[in-house]
């Protein structure tokens, strides 16, 4: 786990370049306080920068890294967790391999296979690979999104790293908004595609490679999808057989996500995703200890989830710590959070990950986590929800029977009681659309900005850009057969990047690896190919993973009902300890003089925000990014 960088201009001098790479280099430090290096390219016109965190082969895996023959040079960040298998391929091969690092398999798996060495890795990955013999650059970012990719190119110059704020750094790239950027986030509190909220600046989306080819002084740039999931449905097998094998690939998945040389913990909130990485890894430790970590907040019990924590980690014999999280310190750490966050992105659950990984670097470099399970094992109640909506729909127009994998009315009652507490989300989802086509239907339950829009200037939405056609490319992809698949891949496409994006920034942000076993790449595979009546039979959401996992937590954690996410007193804080730090951000005089904002709106809004609303949120973090990187406040003592 590490943070890279690059630059590839021939109109600069190798002094202007190397002042450049510094300074990007600096912007990143959190990402590997164990060293960094700088490499000088080719005839000089190219450089790459590193900053390593230690965790495989500490002694031994220093970047950038080259071949002995100097051909080829890496920049990487992640982990290849199959990289013991892979090293031992690539010595039968004939290759060079001396140290157990990753990096040098990565290095040498691209010189035995080229650009489908992205095919054999299983892990976590962003790197850059300078070839020198062919003066080409190849980059990829792994299938999920786990890891970041940013650059920006105007024809003529490459700049890329591992964050968009080392990009600004270069001094090459200017802070400028990109208003269908902000158009996407006010929508979907993410932006879609290789959009960013930066004008010129892109990510590499998951599962996508880019090769810049350099002729002179002339740069090509193309970029490929290497991988997507193809839902090819597994019509021999039952339940039985589906849950069997989903419980040994979740088995292995965590196996290989335990390969360390450092010490390593795992994130615990005590729902059944987390705990069931937790109790797995336990197991498979043979006895060694694992340190849990566990954040709550002293609002409420709505709030306050340790006791099930509590409860797993006396199940699997971990070492438990926990953090109570102050509303007072509002003020000081969303700045911070800004700018480790390059961009405001998803809820305000990023506040208890910052603090539960600042807690966890105390004491390991390593933690697990249950990122993914909600996406992969359907568990968000939106798609129970929309699937209520359809059986609705099947039963009154009598045409369950024309779908294959409907759920029909009858099977989906006995889960209808998940939906007590969702009372507002039902009135607010069928006040309007009722029966309408299935993308509008959904991008109706996702959108947040119906709740926003006034709040803004009509000029911020006159670009002519629409994030909803942006949302049916997506959605309505061909080939994904149900109403299930169509919700849950664009899920994988858009949010879970999005929450990943947080996962990368609060782990880098406190120098510690995260990594997300539910989210191997096999059991993502896997699980598109399912067939949706078995996956979601009845509208049972998680119903396979909690079978697959039954044995393997506690039987509170298994029965739990009201799990509700990393919920966030964020209303409570914005009215009572935080209420002026709000106030003062939100109707000051630089929010009135930007020209996007309606402040007599946000005022209203400020006093009326409702428990779990994420209007004041939203608002907080655009101002707050703005004023950081548009206005350049750039370092707010992070």
């Known amino acids: ?77 992640g982990a ?22 990753d990096t040098e398999v990565l290095l040498y798996a691209y010189r035995e296979w080229g650009e489908h060495c992205v095919d054999r890795f299983l892990g976590m990955f962003a790197f850059a690979i300078w070839d020198e013999r062919n003066h080409r650059l190849f980059c990829a970012r792994d299938r999920i999104g786990i890891k970041p990719f940013y650059f920006a190119f105007d024809g003529k110059a490459l700049v890329f790293g591992s964050e968009a704020k080392a990009i600004l750094a270069s001094g090459l790239v200017s802070a400028e908004a990109n208003t269908p950027g902000l158009q996407d986030y006010l929508t979907f509190q993410f932006c879609l595609g290789d959009k960013t909220l930066f ?16 002729d002179g002084d002339r740069l090509s740039l193309h970029t490929r999808q290497y991988w997507d999931l193809r839902y090819e449905f597994d019509e021999v097998h039952d339940e039985r057989w589906f849950v069997d094998r989903l419980a040994g690939l979740i088995e292995d998945a965590t196996r290989m996500h335990l390969r360390s040389d450092v010490p390593l913990g795992a994130h615990l909130s005590g729902g059944l995703d987390s705990s069931a990485v937790v109790c797995l890894a336990s197991s498979l430790l043979l006895g060694e200890q694992i340190k849990t970590f566990t954040g709550a907040f002293h609002e409420g019990p709505q709030f306050d989830e340790t006791g099930y924590a509590k409860e797993v980690s006396a199940f699997a014999g971990t070492d438990y710590k926990e953090i109570y999280i ?216 998680k119903h396979l993973f909690k079978e697959a996992v039954r044995n393997a937590v506690p039987k509170k954690i298994f029965d739990r009902q009201d799990k509700m996410g990393f919920p966030t007193p964020l209303a409570q804080w914005t009215k009572g300890v935080a209420r002026e730090f709000a106030r003062d951000i939100l109707l000051s005089d630089r ?48």
């Open 199 to 214: 004008k010129n600046i892109h990510k590499l989306e998951p599962g996508h490679c880019m090769t810049v080819q350099f």
């Open 591 to 638: 929010v009135r003089q930007r020209g996007i904002y309606n402040v007599n709106a946000i005022e209203r809004a400020i006093d009326s925000e409702r428990e779990f609303g994420r209007v004041v949120w939203g608002l907080l973090c655009l101002e707050l990014w703005h004023r950081i990187f548009i206005d350049g406040d750039m370092r707010v003592n992070a």
């Open 326 to 541: 102050q509303g007072s310190e509002l003020p000081d750490v969303l700045p911070k959070l800004m700018y480790y966050m390059d961009e405001p992105l998803a809820g305000p659950g990023v506040i208890p990950q910052y603090y539960v990984s600042k807690l966890a670097a105390e004491h390991v470099k390593v933690v697990l986590g249950g990122q993914g399970g909600d996406e992969l094992f359907i568990g968000y109640t939106r798609y129970l929800v929309a699937y209520l909506e359809k059986s609705l729909a099947g039963a009154i127009y009598q045409s369950s029977d024309q779908d294959r994998y409907a759920v029909t009315l009858e099977s989906i009652v006995p889960n209808l009681p998940l939906l007590q507490t969702y009372r507002q989300m039902l009135q607010g989802f069928w006040s309007k659309g009722l029966f309408d086509a299935p993308d509008k239907r959904y991008f109706s339950l996702i959108d947040r900005s119906e709740g926003m829009n006034h709040l803004f200037s009509n000029d911020l939405f006159s670009s002519g850009y629409s994030p909803f056609e942006s949302f049916q490319q997506i959605f309505n992809r061909d080939g994904l057969h149900s109403l299930i698949n169509r919700m849950t891949y664009f899920d994988l496409k858009g949010s879970l990047p999005a929450l990943l994006h947080v996962e990368d920034r609060t782990s880098m942000a406190a120098s510690i690896e995260s990594r997300v076993p539910l989210l191997d790449h096999r059991i993502v595979e896997f699980m598109a190919t399912i067939p949706p009546n078995i996956k979601f039979a009845g509208g049972r959401m």
């Open 80 to 101: 290849i967790y199959n990289y013991l298998e892979l090293r031992r391929e690539l010595i039968g091969k004939g290759h060079p391999i001396h140290s157990y690092s």
């Open 1 to 77: 786990m590490c943070g890279f960088v690059g630059i590839f201009d021939y109109d600069l001098t190798q002094e202007a370049l190397a002042s450049a790479v510094d300074e990007m280099l600096n912007s990143i430090a959190h990402r590997g306080p164990d060293g960094d290096g700088v490499v000088v390219l080719g005839s000089g016109n190219g450089v790459l920068g590193h900053r390593r965190l230690a965790i495989i082969d500490p002694e031994h895996g220093k970047q950038p890294m080259t071949t002995q023959d100097g051909n080829l040079t890496v920049v990487f960040n």
